[in-house]
């Protein structure tokens, strides 16, 4: 993989990519909401509590894919509340290299599936194989 984290005239990042290339198997992960492997909400009111579980639940995907969160190269994340904001990059600060972040999208919405979700996060990865 190689990450272009802030190609020449590209503006600036908060850790994450402009752009990642890489050959070999994707995987690609449905978006991922804060409820636990019993199927209950974690963290009702609690951006930081949600966006911890969207990540484990993130890795448990990616593991079952053969692959894992440091093999992401690409976020969608949603986010029913800017306010959030500060919260998943704590997150995913620490679940990613800061030398080779992810390409990463953000997107205000209305709403999500379930009225107290507050964020959901879908992501491409690549097989360990295609390095």
Do not use: W
Not at 117 to 126: H, K, P, S, Y
Request: proline share 7%.
């Amino acid at each position: 993989m190689e990450h272009f984290i802030r190609p020449k005239g590209a503006p600036p990042v908060n850790n994450y990519s402009h752009a990642v290339s890489f050959t070999g198997p994707m995987v690609v992960v449905s978006g991922q909401v804060p409820v636990d492997g019993d199927g209950n909400l974690v963290g009702k009111e609690d951006a930081e509590a949600q966006v911890r579980q969207v990540y484990a639940n993130l890795a448990t995907a990616l593991e079952a894919a053969g692959s894992g969160l440091e093999h992401v190269v690409k976020l969608t994340v949603y986010l029913t509340d800017l306010d959030d904001l500060d919260s998943f990059r704590k997150v995913r600060d620490e679940h990613q290299d800061a030398e080779r972040p992810p390409a990463c999208s953000l997107v205000r919405v209305a709403g999500l599936v379930h009225p107290d979700f507050r964020v959901e996060i879908d992501a491409l990865a690549v097989a360990p194989s295609a390095g």
